[in-house]
């Protein structure tokens, strides 16, 4: 079992900056990917940054690329997601999880089996 715990969610102006920061414990030696994932009311849940634990190898959506930035610390056990120029639209739950195979794409959410309660991100305009 891997537990995650995200927290660092907030409300921001349009043009701030928010931390996210997904802590792991348990069996954290299995995790193979970790990633962030976020999904707004009525949308369908999406990917938005991963990290390879062995060799920090990161992906990101086109749509915060240049924006968010993912790391992680501690031998992975902390993964954070820096979140710059923040958009009304970047407004969602945000989850972080993890995975022990490495079977699909970092950003379908379906191959990723532990995960945390998620923290909400509000951005005003």
């Known amino acids: 079992q891997i537990l995650l715990e995200e927290s660092g969610g907030g409300s921001v102006q349009a043009g701030g900056s928010l931390r996210l920061s997904c802590g792991a414990s348990?069996?954290?030696?299995?995790?193979?990917?970790t990633g962030w994932f976020r999904q707004a009311p009525g949308e369908e849940r999406e990917g938005v940054a991963a990290i390879y634990t062995r060799n920090g190898s990161s992906f990101y959506a086109d749509s915060v690329k240049d924006r968010f930035s993912i790391s992680q610390e501690n031998a992975g056990n902390l993964v954070v997601l820096q979140m710059d120029s923040l958009k009304p639209e970047d407004s969602a739950m945000y989850y972080c999880?993890?995975?022990?195979?490495?079977?699909?794409?970092?950003?379908?959410?379906?191959?990723?089996?532990?995960w945390g309660q998620g923290t909400q991100v509000t951005v005003s305009s």
């Open positions: 348990g069996w954290t030696d299995r995790r193979l990917v």
């Open positions: 999880a993890t995975k022990d195979t490495n079977v699909g794409n970092w950003y379908e959410p379906k191959r990723y089996n532990y």
